[in-house]
Protein backbone atom coordinates (compact mmCIF):
# COMPACT_ATOMS: atom_id res chain seq x y z
CA UNK A 1 0.00 0.00 0.00
CA UNK A 2 1.35 3.19 -1.09
CA UNK A 3 0.91 6.14 0.84
CA UNK A 4 -0.37 9.62 -1.10
CA UNK A 5 3.17 12.03 -1.23
CA UNK A 6 2.60 14.91 0.96
CA UNK A 7 4.06 17.21 -1.73
CA UNK A 8 5.40 16.21 -4.81
CA UNK A 9 8.93 16.21 -2.99
CA UNK A 10 8.21 13.77 -0.52
CA UNK A 11 9.01 10.32 -0.42
CA UNK A 12 6.53 7.66 -0.76
CA UNK A 13 6.35 5.14 2.02
CA UNK A 14 5.26 1.57 1.38
CA UNK A 15 4.41 -1.63 2.96
CA UNK A 16 7.07 -3.83 2.05
CA UNK A 17 4.83 -7.05 0.93
CA UNK A 18 6.71 -9.17 -1.65
CA UNK A 19 5.16 -10.44 -4.64
CA UNK A 20 7.11 -13.54 -4.62
CA UNK A 21 6.14 -14.82 -1.55
CA UNK A 22 5.80 -18.18 -2.32
CA UNK A 23 5.02 -20.64 -5.06
CA UNK A 24 1.77 -20.24 -7.00
CA UNK A 25 0.45 -23.39 -5.71
CA UNK A 26 2.11 -22.85 -1.87
CA UNK A 27 0.48 -19.40 -2.06
CA UNK A 28 -3.31 -20.99 -3.14
CA UNK A 29 -2.86 -23.57 -0.34
CA UNK A 30 -1.88 -20.58 2.53
CA UNK A 31 -5.09 -18.71 1.08
CA UNK A 32 -7.06 -21.51 1.80
CA UNK A 33 -6.27 -21.99 5.23
CA UNK A 34 -6.57 -18.20 6.34
CA UNK A 35 -9.13 -17.05 8.68
CA UNK A 36 -11.39 -14.73 8.42
CA UNK A 37 -12.52 -12.80 11.37
CA UNK A 38 -15.40 -10.26 11.62
CA UNK A 39 -13.95 -7.16 13.86
CA UNK A 40 -16.86 -6.42 15.93
CA UNK A 41 -18.74 -8.63 13.92
CA UNK A 42 -19.83 -6.97 10.59
CA UNK A 43 -20.19 -3.29 11.26
CA UNK A 44 -21.03 -2.56 7.97
CA UNK A 45 -24.37 -5.03 8.03
CA UNK A 46 -25.15 -4.26 11.52
CA UNK A 47 -24.34 -2.17 14.33
CA UNK A 48 -20.97 -3.39 16.14
CA UNK A 49 -20.50 -5.45 19.06
CA UNK A 50 -24.23 -6.69 18.70
CA UNK A 51 -25.47 -10.03 18.68
CA UNK A 52 -27.06 -8.86 15.54
CA UNK A 53 -23.43 -8.18 14.24
CA UNK A 54 -21.88 -11.22 15.14
CA UNK A 55 -24.23 -13.34 13.40
CA UNK A 56 -24.14 -11.32 10.61
CA UNK A 57 -20.70 -12.40 10.18
CA UNK A 58 -21.12 -15.82 10.56
CA UNK A 59 -23.82 -15.41 8.05
CA UNK A 60 -21.30 -14.04 5.22
CA UNK A 61 -19.16 -16.93 6.10
CA UNK A 62 -16.33 -15.28 8.26
CA UNK A 63 -14.67 -18.09 10.20
CA UNK A 64 -14.67 -16.11 13.51
CA UNK A 65 -15.39 -12.39 14.88
CA UNK A 66 -13.68 -10.61 17.33
CA UNK A 67 -15.53 -8.30 20.62
CA UNK A 68 -14.65 -5.99 23.18
CA UNK A 69 -15.07 -7.00 27.25
CA UNK A 70 -14.88 -4.36 29.60
CA UNK A 71 -15.39 -5.04 33.15
CA UNK A 72 -18.23 -3.01 34.84
CA UNK A 73 -18.05 -1.97 38.64
CA UNK A 74 -21.16 -3.81 39.16
CA UNK A 75 -18.96 -7.44 38.27
CA UNK A 76 -20.92 -7.55 34.67
CA UNK A 77 -18.14 -8.00 31.16
CA UNK A 78 -20.35 -6.31 28.61
CA UNK A 79 -18.95 -5.94 24.94
CA UNK A 80 -18.20 -2.29 23.85
CA UNK A 81 -15.89 -0.24 22.19
CA UNK A 82 -15.99 3.00 22.15
CA UNK A 83 -13.34 5.75 21.77
CA UNK A 84 -10.19 6.78 24.03
CA UNK A 85 -7.70 5.09 22.13
CA UNK A 86 -5.90 1.46 24.04
CA UNK A 87 -4.43 3.39 26.92
CA UNK A 88 -8.02 4.75 28.02
CA UNK A 89 -10.83 2.97 26.19
CA UNK A 90 -14.67 2.85 26.27
CA UNK A 91 -15.17 6.54 26.49
CA UNK A 92 -18.69 7.50 25.20
CA UNK A 93 -18.56 10.70 23.93
CA UNK A 94 -18.67 9.81 20.19
CA UNK A 95 -20.66 6.63 20.81
CA UNK A 96 -23.36 7.64 23.20
CA UNK A 97 -23.15 11.48 23.06
CA UNK A 98 -22.73 11.89 27.03
CA UNK A 99 -19.24 12.51 29.17
CA UNK A 100 -17.45 9.46 31.15
CA UNK A 101 -16.73 5.94 30.10
CA UNK A 102 -18.46 2.75 30.01
CA UNK A 103 -16.69 2.27 33.38
CA UNK A 104 -18.81 4.74 35.17
CA UNK A 105 -21.74 2.38 35.00
CA UNK A 106 -23.70 -1.12 36.30
CA UNK A 107 -24.77 -3.22 33.85
CA UNK A 108 -28.17 -2.16 34.28
CA UNK A 109 -27.55 1.15 33.75
CA UNK A 110 -25.28 0.42 30.57
CA UNK A 111 -27.93 -1.59 28.77
CA UNK A 112 -30.74 0.12 29.74
CA UNK A 113 -29.56 3.88 29.57
CA UNK A 114 -27.18 4.43 27.06
CA UNK A 115 -28.32 4.78 23.55
CA UNK A 116 -25.66 5.23 20.18
CA UNK A 117 -25.82 8.22 18.39
CA UNK A 118 -27.00 7.71 14.84
CA UNK A 119 -24.97 10.58 13.41
CA UNK A 120 -21.53 9.41 14.89
CA UNK A 121 -19.64 8.50 11.67
CA UNK A 122 -18.29 5.34 12.96
CA UNK A 123 -21.46 3.80 12.66
CA UNK A 124 -21.28 2.43 9.37
CA UNK A 125 -24.35 0.46 9.37
CA UNK A 126 -26.73 3.15 9.07
CA UNK A 127 -29.44 5.01 10.91
CA UNK A 128 -32.19 1.51 9.91
CA UNK A 129 -29.89 -1.18 11.25
CA UNK A 130 -29.76 0.99 14.99
CA UNK A 131 -32.87 -0.43 16.26
CA UNK A 132 -35.12 0.18 19.31
CA UNK A 133 -36.07 -2.14 21.89
CA UNK A 134 -38.50 -4.10 21.56
CA UNK A 135 -37.96 -4.29 17.00
CA UNK A 136 -35.18 -7.61 17.76
CA UNK A 137 -34.13 -9.20 20.73
CA UNK A 138 -30.35 -8.35 19.71
CA UNK A 139 -31.25 -4.27 19.32
CA UNK A 140 -29.11 -1.43 19.56
CA UNK A 141 -27.52 -1.61 22.91
CA UNK A 142 -24.89 -2.39 25.02
CA UNK A 143 -24.91 -6.41 25.28
CA UNK A 144 -23.67 -8.36 28.36
CA UNK A 145 -20.96 -10.69 27.35
CA UNK A 146 -22.54 -13.60 28.80
CA UNK A 147 -25.42 -12.90 26.41
CA UNK A 148 -24.00 -12.45 23.19
CA UNK A 149 -21.46 -15.78 24.23
CA UNK A 150 -24.94 -17.69 24.89
CA UNK A 151 -26.37 -16.32 21.78
CA UNK A 152 -23.51 -17.82 19.47
CA UNK A 153 -22.75 -20.54 21.35
CA UNK A 154 -26.68 -21.90 20.41
CA UNK A 155 -27.76 -20.11 16.82
CA UNK A 156 -28.72 -21.98 14.57
CA UNK A 157 -26.53 -19.58 12.10
CA UNK A 158 -23.38 -20.10 13.51
CA UNK A 159 -21.09 -22.88 12.87
CA UNK A 160 -19.73 -25.26 15.37
CA UNK A 161 -16.00 -24.26 14.77
CA UNK A 162 -16.51 -20.94 14.99
CA UNK A 163 -14.10 -18.55 16.80
CA UNK A 164 -14.94 -15.71 19.66
CA UNK A 165 -11.67 -13.58 19.85
CA UNK A 166 -12.06 -11.36 23.24
CA UNK A 167 -9.97 -8.26 23.39
CA UNK A 168 -9.54 -8.12 26.85
CA UNK A 169 -10.40 -4.07 26.61
CA UNK A 170 -10.80 -3.09 30.52
CA UNK A 171 -9.03 -3.31 33.43
CA UNK A 172 -9.28 -6.91 35.12
CA UNK A 173 -11.40 -8.88 32.18
CA UNK A 174 -8.98 -11.69 32.48
CA UNK A 175 -10.00 -13.69 35.36
CA UNK A 176 -13.32 -13.34 34.79
CA UNK A 177 -13.30 -13.49 31.46
CA UNK A 178 -11.97 -17.18 32.15
CA UNK A 179 -14.41 -17.61 34.19
CA UNK A 180 -17.69 -16.98 32.37
CA UNK A 181 -16.24 -18.77 29.22
CA UNK A 182 -15.84 -21.89 31.96
CA UNK A 183 -19.04 -21.76 33.49
CA UNK A 184 -20.89 -21.48 29.60
CA UNK A 185 -19.07 -24.59 28.61
CA UNK A 186 -17.73 -22.38 25.02
CA UNK A 187 -14.09 -22.61 25.90
CA UNK A 188 -13.79 -24.45 22.68
CA UNK A 189 -14.97 -21.45 20.87
CA UNK A 190 -13.05 -18.33 22.64
CA UNK A 191 -9.80 -16.97 22.11
CA UNK A 192 -8.03 -13.96 23.87
CA UNK A 193 -5.98 -10.99 23.11
CA UNK A 194 -4.88 -7.91 24.77
CA UNK A 195 -2.51 -5.06 23.86
CA UNK A 196 -2.09 -5.24 27.96
CA UNK A 197 0.22 -8.27 27.44
CA UNK A 198 0.16 -8.99 31.33
CA UNK A 199 -3.93 -9.62 30.94
CA UNK A 200 -3.26 -12.55 28.53
CA UNK A 201 -0.69 -13.82 30.80
CA UNK A 202 -3.55 -14.10 33.30
CA UNK A 203 -5.83 -16.33 31.15
CA UNK A 204 -2.90 -18.60 30.44
CA UNK A 205 -2.20 -18.89 34.14
CA UNK A 206 -5.77 -19.69 34.41
CA UNK A 207 -6.00 -21.45 31.44
CA UNK A 208 -2.96 -23.83 30.09
CA UNK A 209 -4.88 -24.70 26.69
CA UNK A 210 -6.40 -21.22 25.90
CA UNK A 211 -5.41 -19.56 23.18
CA UNK A 212 -4.05 -15.99 23.15
CA UNK A 213 -2.83 -13.59 21.12
CA UNK A 214 -0.42 -10.29 21.79
CA UNK A 215 -1.56 -7.13 20.06
CA UNK A 216 0.68 -4.72 18.68
CA UNK A 217 -0.26 -1.08 17.39
CA UNK A 218 1.35 0.93 14.74
CA UNK A 219 4.73 0.54 16.37
CA UNK A 220 6.29 -2.72 16.82
CA UNK A 221 9.24 -3.19 19.15
CA UNK A 222 11.97 -5.08 17.72
CA UNK A 223 11.80 -7.46 20.00
CA UNK A 224 7.69 -8.11 19.40
CA UNK A 225 8.53 -11.99 19.23
CA UNK A 226 10.12 -12.61 22.34
CA UNK A 227 7.25 -10.30 24.01
CA UNK A 228 5.06 -12.72 22.79
CA UNK A 229 6.65 -15.64 24.14
CA UNK A 230 7.25 -14.28 27.28
CA UNK A 231 3.50 -14.50 27.97
CA UNK A 232 3.32 -17.51 26.02
CA UNK A 233 0.91 -16.06 23.36
CA UNK A 234 -0.24 -18.48 20.52
CA UNK A 235 -0.62 -15.69 18.69
CA UNK A 236 1.10 -12.71 17.37
CA UNK A 237 -1.72 -10.05 15.94
CA UNK A 238 -0.32 -7.13 13.70
CA UNK A 239 -2.23 -3.59 12.69
CA UNK A 240 -1.94 -3.98 8.96
CA UNK A 241 -0.60 -1.32 7.88
CA UNK A 242 2.44 -2.97 9.59
CA UNK A 243 2.05 -6.75 9.04
CA UNK A 244 4.93 -7.06 6.75
CA UNK A 245 6.20 -10.08 5.09
CA UNK A 246 9.33 -9.94 7.17
CA UNK A 247 7.37 -9.97 10.43
CA UNK A 248 4.93 -12.48 9.65
CA UNK A 249 7.85 -14.97 8.49
CA UNK A 250 9.92 -14.15 12.07
CA UNK A 251 6.90 -15.01 14.10
CA UNK A 252 5.75 -18.10 11.86
CA UNK A 253 9.36 -19.24 12.60
CA UNK A 254 9.07 -19.00 16.31
CA UNK A 255 5.95 -21.44 15.79
CA UNK A 256 3.28 -18.53 16.45
CA UNK A 257 0.56 -17.95 13.94
CA UNK A 258 -0.26 -14.01 13.02
CA UNK A 259 -3.35 -12.35 12.09
CA UNK A 260 -3.73 -9.14 10.93
CA UNK A 261 -6.27 -6.86 12.45
CA UNK A 262 -7.64 -3.10 10.76
CA UNK A 263 -8.91 -0.55 12.54
CA UNK A 264 -12.23 0.48 13.14
CA UNK A 265 -14.45 1.90 10.35
CA UNK A 266 -13.57 5.32 11.35
CA UNK A 267 -10.00 4.63 11.81
CA UNK A 268 -10.03 3.12 8.27
CA UNK A 269 -11.74 6.19 6.83
CA UNK A 270 -8.91 8.17 7.99
CA UNK A 271 -6.26 6.11 6.69
CA UNK A 272 -7.71 4.94 3.01
CA UNK A 273 -6.89 8.97 2.29
CA UNK A 274 -3.47 7.97 2.85
CA UNK A 275 -3.33 5.40 0.11
CA UNK A 276 -3.14 5.91 -3.45
CA UNK A 277 -3.50 2.07 -4.61
CA UNK A 278 -5.88 0.92 -2.45
CA UNK A 279 -9.22 1.58 -1.22
CA UNK A 280 -11.42 1.91 2.32
CA UNK A 281 -10.97 -2.31 2.84
CA UNK A 282 -11.85 -3.16 -1.12
CA UNK A 283 -10.45 -6.04 -2.41
CA UNK A 284 -7.00 -4.21 -3.56
CA UNK A 285 -6.10 -3.77 0.10
CA UNK A 286 -7.22 -7.20 0.88
CA UNK A 287 -5.31 -8.81 -1.16
CA UNK A 288 -2.24 -6.83 -0.36
CA UNK A 289 -2.00 -7.25 3.58
CA UNK A 290 -2.93 -11.14 2.45
CA UNK A 291 0.30 -11.26 0.55
CA UNK A 292 2.26 -11.54 4.10
CA UNK A 293 1.61 -14.53 4.20
CA UNK A 294 -0.57 -13.80 7.60
CA UNK A 295 -2.78 -16.34 8.50
CA UNK A 296 -5.96 -14.48 9.37
CA UNK A 297 -7.61 -11.19 9.00
CA UNK A 298 -9.58 -8.90 11.74
CA UNK A 299 -11.57 -7.50 9.03
CA UNK A 300 -14.96 -4.55 9.08
CA UNK A 301 -16.38 -6.35 5.79
CA UNK A 302 -16.54 -9.84 6.74
CA UNK A 303 -18.41 -10.30 3.30
CA UNK A 304 -15.73 -8.76 0.65
CA UNK A 305 -12.45 -10.65 2.53
CA UNK A 306 -14.63 -14.07 2.02
CA UNK A 307 -15.39 -12.87 -1.54
CA UNK A 308 -11.69 -11.88 -2.29
CA UNK A 309 -10.54 -15.84 -0.75
CA UNK A 310 -13.26 -17.72 -2.86
CA UNK A 311 -11.83 -15.17 -5.79
CA UNK A 312 -8.61 -16.58 -5.09
CA UNK A 313 -8.51 -20.28 -4.81
CA UNK A 314 -10.78 -21.26 -7.70
Known amino acids: MHHHPASSLAPQHHIHVPQNVAHENSKLECYRRVAVIGHR ?8 NTSRSFVSAARAGAHGVELDAFLLK ?5 VFHGT ?7 SLKSYCGVDGSILDYTADEATQMLSFDESYEGFVC ?9 DDPHHCRVHTLEEVLATLRDHPDVPSDFIVYVELKGPGTAIPVVELVERLDVSRMCRYSSFDHSRIAEVREMDQ ?3 TGALF ?3 VPDDFVDAAIAVRANEIHLRYDVCTYERVREAHRAGLNTMAWFRGPSGMREDCSNYFDVGNEDESMYRTVLRSGVGSMCVNRPDVMVKVLEGMVK
Open 126 to 134: GPSEMTRPG
Open 74 to 78: CGTLV
Open 217 to 219: SGR
Open 41 to 48: GSPYAAME
Open 84 to 90: GGNNNPG
Open 209 to 211: RAV
